[in-house]
């Protein structure tokens, strides 16, 4: 079982960009289909971005959709998060999540043996 530690957030005007990173311990990285989701104060988690276990594919909501790129370096074990044209509405705990053998379309819905990181804060300012 792998487990996941998220970094990358800080604080950004709109209009710029972050690219957060989630790396993984343990040698089964490249079995792991991976996930973004966020938190926003009050809000429920939602989906941002996800990418299979083979990253031969990947899945956006449609908030993320032409300003996110969700990729994976699995010699490296870790998964990106490239966020251009952020905007306020992106403020949020963005988390990572790992599912054993997932592809990108399934992992909109979170399930009970999800891996899950601590989170990375974003803030976006107008």
């Known amino acids: 079982q792998v487990q996941l530690v998220e970094s990358g957030g800080g604080s950004v005007q709109a209009g710029g960009s972050l690219r957060l990173s989630c790396a993984a311990s343990?040698?089964?990285?490249?079995?792991?289909?991976m996930a973004w989701f966020r938190q926003a104060p009050g809000k429920e988690r939602e989906f941002v971005a996800a990418i299979s276990w083979s990253g031969g594919s990947t899945d956006y909501a449609d908030s993320a959709k032409a300003r996110f790129t969700i990729s994976r370096d699995n010699a490296k074990n870790t998964v990106y998060l490239q966020m251009n044209s952020l905007k306020p509405e992106d403020t949020a705990a963005y988390y990572c999540?790992?599912?054993?053998?997932?592809?990108?379309?399934?992992?909109?819905?979170?399930?009970?043996?999800?891996?899950w990181g601590q989170g990375t804060q974003v803030t976006v300012s107008s």
């Open positions: 999540a790992g599912r054993i053998f997932s592809i990108a379309r399934t992992m909109r819905a979170v399930r009970q043996d999800d891996i």
């Open positions: 343990g040698r089964t990285f490249s079995n792991y289909g």
